[in-house]
């Protein structure tokens, strides 16, 4: 069990704090490694005149946390969103302004349902209880007058308590609200045509960090947000090396995700049955599509494949695998992305990168460069064609175009870069 935090006297620390809202982290990685690699860069800033604080929203705490957070304190000591909590807040939104006034745009926007409304009254009810106490923590534990940032990692229930409480604290504290933006945060497509309150938290923010140029231009197009309040500021990985891999009598493919339908991992296996050379399909990865892919591939008639289905590893293991291991091609054919980690660290490793033109990949992955960038309506056939036209490339070409995917990461894709630059002007 984690222990309650001692009060905190900001005044010793100059009276300036930043507080992350996040998902799990410290307590899980689920979808946050990039954010642990963004607080490593942060923690090596030495910046020892400001308090920094971490709200893991929707962690379980009555869990171990993962990993200690060295100059960090971790708000644990909010009670977890039970169902009676989530019965009585979800009733308090009846009372809310906030809902009805966003019952009124989906009228207009012609989404207004029972399943919107339902979903509203969730997010509403429990950004309000998490709100609720993330005030309170505050007010017990930093001294009026401070300057503090709220920063969400997330466009979601996470940059709404950021907002929430802003306001709820204006007269009290020195405070400014930002929001770093992904994927399933910004494209409403991505979360079943409905993000809950996009108005009240885009026009809550003081800035707006989209991870890439597509996701900026979605903010502007879809909600009218003025340019000046968005600065696109990428994530990025770690360097673990080079290794490019010579290509042989069989082409070697990786590919690295859930095996998900939106991840699309049969038309992988359908392209490779077009082929009639050796090929080798390594996936990493497991998902509710992973036992059906395993009998389809026992079910192979073609010889000339091979295929190896690893299932899940974490990303210590990914990366193990990657500098151990050989492959010519890392593919990827979601329908849905914002800038794929897994196309970032092949990348890295000096890999040709094949991909659906899906958010913000074409930004990472030059077509003809590095790799190819195919069209999202893409047949077995055409990702058959790319495998062969690899195959078929010349040792000198097919270097080039690996050498090039290395140097794009380090111009675009290093950690240590994108986060050293972004965490300079959070703390200024």
């Known amino acids: 069990m984690v222990k309650a935090l001692k009060t905190v006297d900001a005044r010793a620390a100059d009276s300036k704090s930043i507080l992350y809202i996040d998902m799990f982290y410290p307590y899980d990685y689920t979808g946050e490694t990039f954010l642990a690699t963004e607080i490593d860069s942060i923690k090596n800033l030495k910046e020892d005149n400001i308090n920094k604080f971490i709200f893991p929203i929707w962690s379980d705490r009555k869990k171990d946390k993962i990993v200690e957070l060295d100059g960090f304190k971790v708000v644990d000591n909010i009670p977890n969103y039970s169902k009676i909590r989530k019965l009585i807040w979800c009733l308090f939104t009846f009372m ?17 349902n029972y399943k919107n409304v339902l979903k509203l009254i969730g997010f509403l009810g429990q950004g309000n ?152 399909w390594t996936h990493i990865g497991d998902g509710e599509e992973f036992e059906d892919l395993k009998r389809e591939v026992k079910q192979l008639p073609n010889s000339n494949i091979k295929c ?64 190819f960038l195919m069209p999202v309506e893409l047949s077995p056939k055409q990702l058959a064609q790319k495998f062969q036209a690899v195959y078929e490339m010349n040792e000198h070409k097919y270097k080039e175009m690996c050498q090039e995917s290395r140097k794009i990461w380090e111009e675009v894709c290093d950690a240590k870069n994108n986060y050293n630059i972004f965490n300079r002007e959070l703390l200024k």
């Open 308 to 371: 190896k289905l690893l299932g899940k590893m974490d990303n210590k293991q990914v990366i193990d695998y990657y500098k151990t291991n050989d492959f010519n091609i890392f593919v990827n054919v979601s329908v849905s992305e914002g800038v794929p980690v897994s196309i970032m660290e092949a990348m890295a490793f000096g890999k040709l990168i094949i991909a659906t033109n899906v958010g913000g990949t074409k930004e990472v992955l030059r077509s003809g460069k590095n790799g």
């Open 129 to 280: 209880y998490l709100s609720s106490q993330l005030k309170k923590y505050i007010c017990e534990n930093i001294t009026p007058d401070t300057e503090i940032i709220f920063y969400a990692y997330w466009l979601h229930l996470q940059a709404y308590v950021a907002v929430k409480v802003s306001k709820k604290l204006s007269t009290r504290y020195h405070i400014k609200s930002i929001s770093r933006c992904h994927r399933f945060d910004v494209y409403e497509y991505a979360a079943n045509g409905y993000i809950p309150l996009r108005d009240y938290i885009l026009n809550g923010l003081n800035m707006i960090y989209p991870i890439s140029q597509d996701a900026m231009d979605y903010i502007i197009t879809s909600y009218g947000i003025n340019k000046s309040k968005l600065r696109i500021r990428r994530l990025g990985t770690i360097d673990n090396g080079l290794k490019i891999s010579s290509k042989g009598s069989c082409l070697k493919i990786l590919s690295c995700s859930w095996m998900r339908p939106v991840k699309r991992n049969k038309l992988i296996l359908d392209a490779l049955k077009e082929l009639k050379f050796d090929i080798e």
């Open 96 to 112: 809310d302004a906030e809902l009805y006034k966003e019952i009124f745009q989906l009228s207009k926007s012609k989404r207004l």
